[in-house]
């Protein structure tokens, strides 16, 4: 036999297991004899077991009265919380009889008025009480789990109906299940006990979170009545869910307007974290997911607009990433990316259009973007989960401002990179060099007038490899492989081309000097000359000057050797791009001077006189006036440590009468000396000549582009016509622009208007 356990419905008192072989009379205390005869008759070489029926028992006379007056007192001393007369297993016995000889439901429906009538005494008492809130609450939860210790002991007693009677009989309910009802239309139907119970569970909640600390096991023994009597929902559910919204509708409109966004976000995740802690301590769990939807719609999306419009920039500005992180939590659980995306990508658009449109800021145009740029991408990486609508927005932000503003950006690149490539640049190792042009790529594929930068990138590259400022040759050439990779051999082929220029022009001049070997040549110089092809170098303007006899006769004797060696070419000097080295002698001690052709034919002038006018020297030289103008501030009024010449008047503006003579003070501490090379730097002139050439190419483009396109659809309405040369142009373009060029193609007879529709063009073969 099995120890009872009193608390376990399974487990009677009676529990006992027999032999499976071994059938014998089973007496009872109450005088009742019960018999299982088997009768098995053996044969042999047949095996057979022949089980007959038990044979009907007597009742004494008034078996039911004086059994159920002993079960009636059993009840009582249960609901009293008394000794029973009886033991538990004699208690057990006893209705195992009743329900043996078909009185079970006679015993049920006893069962059921005697339960019944005790919990209308307990409805009765409790619907009378006028304490307090909290001691009415401690009365109906001591109620309560009174009321489920006994009907587990009574349930323990009667466990045979349970087992037999309830089971067989459809409709009837089972012990435990006719108390909760008995409960629930006694107790909680009474209206006075239900509403004091419901506002009171609301009230301890409304003061949890108000941040009070209150009787957690009395609110989870409550819920837990109502749950089990199945009316929380009815009763209490929608009440809940319903307080929950007005508290937070009014908490959000309060705190919207008086908290700074940050803390705004910190309080909602702190209040969803905190219904959520309620939801899994306390509710059913049909409650969390609305109780949960309804503090995410009043708290956040009722104010998406607010927290983005007033809190987002400044978590952007400041790179706040936790709070960031925060509100992408927030605003995915409101359901609300979409709008923070818009809202970011609209950040991105105005602060850049702050860093573009800004003529003030163009030098540091491009360090600005690409510090923006990484913050966005780590924002966006780190905050936003890397989402792809996040970093599609990054991408379409940027190539939408950087735009809005043509060709200057693209020019500032160009400039950005030839200062990092450049040999002074030390700041950055290799390494480091090569993810600042990476990082540059990723801006320069933003840009759509890609031809502006090609135009100034060699423009500048002209100068580094002419003057020998390049800083690294494979980094050269690396940024060189970026640029072929994103856009194409044809865009790199004259960069390529310039490169090779420089390397034949070793060779070239490798041998030269070979050549001069045989030859006696006057004046004790060096010279190294760079052979250029005209297709692929930026053009130059001619400036003829007065050299020096014994430079002349140099480049007189080179000359003749190249076209000794490739006969069929003209060679045609430049002299803006000279730049030579002069030894000097001072008082301060012997000097190199790194300057300039210009600025060398100035200097050379004072070997043979001791001062002379500005219109002198130009006369000498045959400089250009605006040309000597900057060379001779360089050289006059220039950095104190700088100046090798000196000026009758101390001022930077150069009059043809102002005269020049040597600096006899003149003193650096550095025996190499560069002279500040103002014809390298670019001019307005330079720019407006560079954009000029770009426009020109840019035309050649277009009606490339306009043939193409009607050479292809013969007949094509001007609307239509410019739609397409706006698709297939890779650089921003006016229509009034594109009208212009169709006009000349008109003129020069390629297309020409119909004659009934005005309107329309016709492409003529």
């Not at 219904?275 to 899994?280: D, F, I, L, M």
């Not at 960031?324 to 850049?352: C, H, M, P, W």
């Not at 008082?587 to 001791?610: D, R, T, W, Y």
């Amino acid at each position: 036999m099995r120890k009872m356990d009193q608390n376990d419905p399974r487990t009677s008192p009676m529990d006992m297991e027999l032999p499976a072989s071994n059938f014998s009379a089973i007496g009872t205390k109450n005088g009742i004899q019960k018999s299982l005869i088997g009768n098995a008759k053996s044969t042999v070489g047949v095996k057979k077991l022949v089980i007959k029926n038990a044979k009907a028992s007597t009742l004494p006379e008034n078996f039911y009265g004086s059994t159920w007056g002993k079960l009636r007192d059993a009840i009582d001393a249960v609901h009293e919380s008394r000794a029973t007369s009886s033991n538990l297993e004699d208690l057990y016995s006893f209705v195992e009889n009743i329900c043996t000889h078909k009185m079970s439901a006679r015993l049920y429906e006893d069962l059921k008025v005697v339960c019944q009538a005790r919990i209308a005494s307990l409805a009765s008492a409790l619907s009378r009480n006028q304490s307090e809130q909290l001691d009415f609450l401690l009365e109906m939860s001591g109620c309560w789990e009174q009321f489920c210790r006994q009907m587990i002991m009574i349930r323990s007693i009667f466990l045979v109906i349970d087992r037999t009677y309830t089971l067989q009989t459809p409709g009837v309910l089972s012990i435990w299940d006719v108390g909760l009802e008995l409960f629930r239309v006694n107790v909680l139907d009474i209206d006075v006990v239900r509403t004091r119970t419901v506002s009171g569970i609301l009230m301890l909640l409304e003061k949890e979170r108000g941040g009070e600390i209150v009787d957690s096991s009395l609110i989870k023994s409550l819920l837990r009545m109502l749950s089990d009597l199945q009316i929380y929902t009815a009763v209490f559910e929608q009440k809940f869910l319903a307080a929950t919204e007005q508290l937070y509708k009014y908490e959000g409109e309060q705190l919207i307007n008086s908290m700074e966004i940050p803390s705004y976000l910190r309080r909602a995740g702190r209040r969803l974290q905190e219904e959520e802690e309620r939801a899994n301590k306390y509710l059913d769990h049909s409650t969390k997911k609305p109780l949960i939807r309804s503090v995410e719609k009043q708290l956040l999306e009722a104010h998406v607009d607010e927290i983005l419009s007033k809190g987002l920039p400044v978590l952007l500005n400041e790179s706040r990433k936790t709070d960031l992180s925060l509100l992408f939590e927030l605003l995915q659980r409101a359901k609300a990316l979409n709008q923070l995306r818009a809202a970011f990508v609209d950040y991105i658009s105005q602060t850049g259009m702050t860093i573009v449109m800004n003529p003030e800021n163009d030098d540091q145009m491009v360090p600005d973007l690409l510090t923006f740029k990484e913050k966005v991408d780590t924002i966006s990486k780190d905050c936003f989960a890397g989402q792809e609508m996040y970093t599609t927005g990054i991408r379409e932000a940027f190539e939408q401002f950087i735009n809005k503003r043509p060709n200057k950006p693209a020019e500032m690149i160009a400039k950005f990179v030839d200062s990092r490539l450049k040999s002074g640049n030390k700041e950055s190792s290799e390494e480091e060099m090569e993810k600042v042009m990476d990082k540059v790529m990723v801006i320069f594929r933003f840009i759509h007038g890609k031809d502006v930068f090609e135009a100034f990138y060699k423009k500048d590259l002209a100068k580094r490899l002419l003057v020998g400022r390049s800083a690294s040759v494979d980094a050269e050439k690396s940024m060189l492989s970026k640029l072929k990779q994103e856009c194409g051999a044809q865009f790199t082929s004259k960069l390529e081309g310039m490169f090779k220029d420089v390397e034949l022009s070793r060779d070239i001049m490798a041998a030269f000097k070979v050549h001069l070997e045989q030859r006696e040549l006057p004046g004790n110089i060096e010279m190294a000359i760079n052979v250029l092809t005209m297709g692929f170098w930026p053009s130059y303007p001619a400036i003829e000057v007065n050299l020096p006899p014994e430079m002349e006769q140099y480049l007189e004797c080179f000359k003749q050797f190249y076209l000794s060696k490739h006969s069929g070419r003209h060679l045609k000097w430049q002299s803006t791009l000279g730049h030579c080295i002069l030894k000097a002698k001072f008082k301060s001690g012997a000097k190199e001077l790194q300057v300039s052709l210009f600025q060398a034919l100035v200097i050379l002038m004072f070997n043979s006189g001791e001062s002379y006018t500005c219109q002198q020297i130009k006369d000498h030289t045959n400089i250009e006036m605006s040309e000597l103008t900057r060379t001779l501030q360089s050289l006059s009024v220039g950095k104190k440590d700088s100046r090798i010449l000196k000026k009758n008047r101390m001022d930077k503006a150069i009059l043809p009468t102002d005269e020049f003579t040597i600096n006899d003070q003149f003193e650096n501490k550095h025996y190499r000396i560069k002279i500040n090379q103002i014809q390298l730097k670019e001019t307005v002139q330079e720019q407006e000549t560079t954009q000029e050439q770009v426009f020109q190419d840019r035309q050649y483009q277009v009606d490339a582009a306009i043939v193409r396109i009607m050479k292809t659809r013969k007949t094509l309405l001007h609307n239509d016509l410019v739609r397409e040369l706006m698709q297939q142009l890779k650089f921003p373009v006016k229509a009034s622009d594109l009208k212009k060029r169709i006009e000349s193609l008109i003129e020069r007879e390629y297309m020409k208007r119909d004659g009934e529709k005005h309107n329309t063009y016709v492409y003529l073969a």
